[in-house]
């Protein structure tokens, strides 16, 4: 009976009899287990408290280890979002397994899209220009009466004197704004105002701004290595016009997408004139 009070299994509570059923006592009262009694008490409580103790222990363990998990996962998912930010947003921060390498601009005027087609209006003389004779044309000099005859039938040699500039002037007149003035080979003359030295600096300083839409079609297409040509048309207004990619398989689709949006972004300045073109190549690959 004594170690089953140090057990727990029985209590001071607990009657017994030693004499048959109408001698029962509770263990307390009997002055021979008074002492064992109270000793099973104290053990008993001791060891709750003990419990309660490692409960409580456990429970701000779990709570400390919920609160790190919490804590550690949300910086994780923190750094793993400024990673891919700066890995696709981020101009001048770079993957290491891509490469990305740009040619130096190639500034031309912008060519025209449609010919130039001239119309006849009743009683203007008709004008040849749609088609220039095989040979070099005899020019004419006022001043001599005696100059070489054309044996062709049709011909008309005051009619093609627009034609047959060998030199052309290439200074501007004074009914032009300011600017280079040149001639095409059909005799057009064109009025070139942009600068070329403004126009490289934009184009050096806004380059890096595409290297995102390179990387956005590397991870669209695993191992994507190639070199992209591009050629764009600066508008009078200071704004990309037009861009043409001159690649089989990215002339449209979400690269195309991405460059001519940011290429709308780049500030270069208004101008008069024609238009310019720039030619400019990234190549992308593997390092």
Known sequence: ????????????????SATGPSGFRKLEELDAFKLHVSKAAAKARVEAEARALRSRRMRQRLFAAGVAAVVLGGLGAGAWQIARYSAVYLPGVERDELS?????????????STPEELFEYPGEPKQQTAERPPGKPTETAPDKPESKPD????????????AAVSKPDRRPTGGRPSGKVTTD?????????YDQAAINRVVKQSQSTLYRCFKEEAERRPGFAAKVPLEFTIGNDGRVAQLWVDHPQLKKGPLFDCLLGEMKKWPFKPYTGERATVNLAFTIGKK
């Open 100 to 112: 990305i390498a740009v040619s130096t601009p190639v500034i031309t005027v912008a060519k025209r």
């Open 1 to 16: 009976m004594v170690e089953k009070l140090y057990a727990g299994v029985l209590t001071g509570k607990t009657e017994v």
């Open 151 to 162: 044996t062709r039938p049709d011909s008309k040699p005051e009619k093609l004197a627009s």
């Open 185 to 193: 080979p059909d005799g057009m003359s064109t009025e070139v105002n």
